[in-house]
Every structure is written in C-alpha cells, then in structure tokens.
C-alpha cells in the first residue's frame, strides 16, 4: 500500500478568534465545523495520492457520481480531548483506522493504511486544535473521517475512482441536560441488519435505514429504537447509533457480535474498564423477553447504551407492542456512573490510562 504524504495548504483566512469561542461556548453536536478538511485521492492503477490539508469547503461532484447512486460510501467517528496541560490526544484512533478497514473491505473500496488514517486525523487536528474545547465538561473535538466512490459513470461495480475527507466539529453532550435516562422502543417490525448483510459496516446506508424506526420510535414517545436480530425477531442487537449493556449487579453484559452488529469502539474498550474496575464483563445473548423478565425480577439491576458520540447513556424505560416497564427508578445506576467517569476520566487524562490507548499530539 502507498502511503501519501500531507501537504499542508492552510486557510489565509480561518474564522476569527472571537467567533471560534461564540461558537465553542455552545457548539451543540455537528453544527459547526473547523477550517480545515484533509483530503486523499485514490485511483485504480495509482493507489493513494494527493494527500492534501485544505480550507473546508463544498466538494464538487458530477450527477452520474458512483456514490450518488449505489451509496459506496463509509464512515468513521472518534473525538480529540484537550487534556490538562494544555495538550490535545485523539481516543484509540488505531481502532477506528481497524474498523474503517474492515468497513472498506466489506463495501469493496480500497482499505486505507493504518498509519495513513492516524496521521490524516492528526494532521486535521494539529492545524485546527484551537477548535478544541477548553479541559473539562463534555466538549470535544468530534472527527469524522470518510470515503465515497468518486467514478463518473452509472456501471453497477465498484468505482475505480475514491475520495477519503476528514472534517472535524466541536461537540457539547449528545443528549443535553446532562445524564439522563433514555427511553427506548423495541422494534418488532423493522430490522437493523441482517445475517451476511453490512450490519457490522459503519456505512450510511445503515443509518438511511434506521430512519423511519427512529420516527416510529418518537411516534410512541421514545428517545431510540432498539433493534431485534432479523431471523428470530427477539434477540436485542443494538440501538440505532449505539450498543448495549446490561448489568447483572457485578455481572456487565453486552451483546454477542452476530456480523450483523456494528463493533463499536466505546463497547469494546468498556469491557476492559469494566474488568480494571472490578467487574466481570462478557458478551452473550439477551433476548427482548429475559430483558423484561429479569428487570422485573430484579437481577437485571441497570441497562445502558454507548458510543462515541454519546459515551455513556443510561436507559430508562422500554416500550415494545404491548409491553412496557421501568429500568430502575429513573435516575442513572451507580454502575453506569461508575464507568462512565472512569471512561470519561481516561479520555480527559485524569486516570491512569493502563492500556495506552490515548494518542498524544503534544
């Protein structure tokens, strides 16, 4: 694989100091974005090329673009975190490099270097770590690295032509207000994914799904859709953006990756914190039944939900075709608390990071 450099082609005029920190002050979550985007090129016969760190701008695109038609297209998401000296590190963003590979393979695009990923990221934040909010709270610098077809032709194939884009955003908390408990609506007529489909690619085209459930799921007054597997109609998946946990007192459970569940970063680095912290944390099957049976049982004692964008969020109550019950008293649980502040605290370099999973940029 090639591996192209970046050159460097500032703006001469970024947005001006005083209206960067309007913005920072309550920048929400993807509504506003830096200066600057990092741009690839990859062609068939050449590889990765025109490495280049740009002004953020409109990106032209011909009607007859692959990606406007058969939606080859991925995505990534990872946040930057202003850490107490001053310095800017970037969480696991080998990970989300891993990921972005799989996602391409599975698409049929071409698979961008690891080291290519992290630096484009770097580069992107290095030259915009402005944009990244003061140490503390929970604001940070959301990236979103992605890749489209860019071959001009309506051929069903795989392009021959890539654009790889990083733009980043400052974020606020994905759920304003705080912690508080979501309430979910399990869906028991659409379907998220399916077994051998790309339900474990980070791809918009999963989420151009996901749509109208989450409209279905707002009908019947729920924050999310929780979604069942495809074949049996009762094994709990994921959320729409997010994975699951459920916490069995000191037991941490998430749900086993079937191929048809996307591997989030956030899910696997909680089972190692849950472990550090004390806890067993594993991975099985939750049906939609014992869900409800063991909340009303009382072994089933907090239910969560996690990824990037939103870290931690604790669930409250969940609604299914004529079922609905209460998970806890409506407050987060002390073991989604917990981990939560560790996770967070790892991330904001204020607890030792024992995995070395925070990419320093200086």
């Known amino acids: 694989m090639t591996t192209p450099t970046i050159e460097l082609k500032p703006s001469a005029h970024p947005l001006p100091a005083a209206e960067r920190e309007a913005i920072l002050a309550d920048p929400g979550f993807g509504r506003h974005f830096t200066d600057h985007m990092v741009t690839i090129?990859?062609?068939?016969?050449?590889?990765?090329?025109?490495?280049?760190?740009?002004p953020y701008a409109p990106i032209p695109l011909d009607p007859a673009t692959n990606v406007l038609h058969y939606a080859q297209e991925i995505f990534e998401g990872l946040k930057a975190?202003?850490?107490?000296?001053?310095?800017?590190?970037?969480?696991?963003?080998?990970?989300?490099?891993?990921?972005?590979?799989?996602?391409?393979?599975?698409?049929?695009?071409p698979e961008l270097p690891v080291e290519t990923f992290v630096e484009a990221c770097d580069a992107l934040v290095r030259?915009?770590?402005?944009?990244?909010?003061?140490?503390?709270?929970?604001?940070?610098?959301?990236?979103?690295?992605?890749?489209?077809?860019?071959?001009?032709?309506?051929?069903?194939?795989?392009?021959?032509?890539?654009?790889?884009?990083?733009?980043?955003?400052?974020?606020?908390?994905?759920?304003?207000?705080?912690?508080?408990?979501?309430?979910?609506?399990?869906?028991?007529?659409?379907?998220?994914?399916?077994?051998?489909?790309?339900?474990?690619?980070?791809?918009?085209?999963?989420?151009?799904?996901?749509?109208?459930?989450?409209?279905?799921?707002?009908?019947?007054?729920?924050?999310?859709?929780?979604?069942?597997?495809?074949?049996?109609?009762?094994?709990?998946?994921?959320?729409?953006?997010?994975?699951?946990?459920?916490?069995?007192?000191?037991?941490?459970?998430?749900?086993?990756?079937?191929?048809?569940?996307?591997?989030?970063?956030?899910?696997?680095?909680l089972l190692a914190?849950?472990?550090?912290?004390?806890?067993?944390?594993?991975?099985?099957?939750?049906?939609?039944?014992?869900?409800?049976?063991?909340?009303?049982?009382?072994?089933?004692?907090e239910v969560f939900a996690c990824g990037t964008a939103a870290v931690i969020t604790p669930v409250g109550t969940v609604k299914t075709d004529g079922a609905q019950w209460a998970q806890g008293d409506g407050t987060p649980g002390p073991v989604t608390l917990r981990l939560r502040e560790a996770l967070l605290g790892i991330q904001r370099g204020v607890t030792e990071d024992k995995h070395g999973w925070m990419h320093r940029l200086g």
């Not at 090129?41 to 740009?54: A, S």
């Open 41 to 54: 090129k990859w062609t068939e016969g050449r590889g990765w090329h025109d490495g280049q760190l740009v």
């Open 127 to 269: 030259q915009d770590r402005d944009w990244v909010p003061a140490h503390g709270g929970e604001q940070s610098l959301y990236l979103r690295p992605f890749m489209i077809g860019t071959e001009v032709g309506l051929g069903v194939k795989p392009a021959n032509e890539y654009l790889f884009i990083v733009i980043a955003s400052p974020a606020g908390a994905y759920f304003p207000g705080g912690v508080k408990p979501v309430s979910i609506w399990a869906s028991q007529d659409r379907v998220r994914a399916v077994p051998g489909g790309m339900g474990d690619a980070k791809t918009g085209g999963n989420y151009a799904a996901s749509l109208l459930a989450q409209a279905e799921a707002a009908a019947q007054g729920c924050d999310q859709v929780c979604y069942l597997d495809a074949v049996e109609h009762k094994w709990v998946e994921e959320l729409g953006g997010m994975n699951l946990y459920f916490v069995y007192g000191d037991r941490i459970v998430t749900p086993t990756l079937t191929g048809s569940i996307l591997e989030g970063v956030t899910r696997d680095s």
């Open 273 to 301: 914190v849950a472990r550090d912290l004390g806890y067993t944390s594993e991975e099985a099957r939750v049906s939609i039944d014992q869900w409800r049976e063991d909340t009303e049982s009382g072994a089933l004692t």
């Open 81 to 109: 975190y202003r850490q107490p000296d001053g310095s800017v590190a970037t969480f696991r963003p080998d990970q989300n490099a891993l990921r972005f590979q799989r996602s391409a393979h599975r698409l049929a695009m």
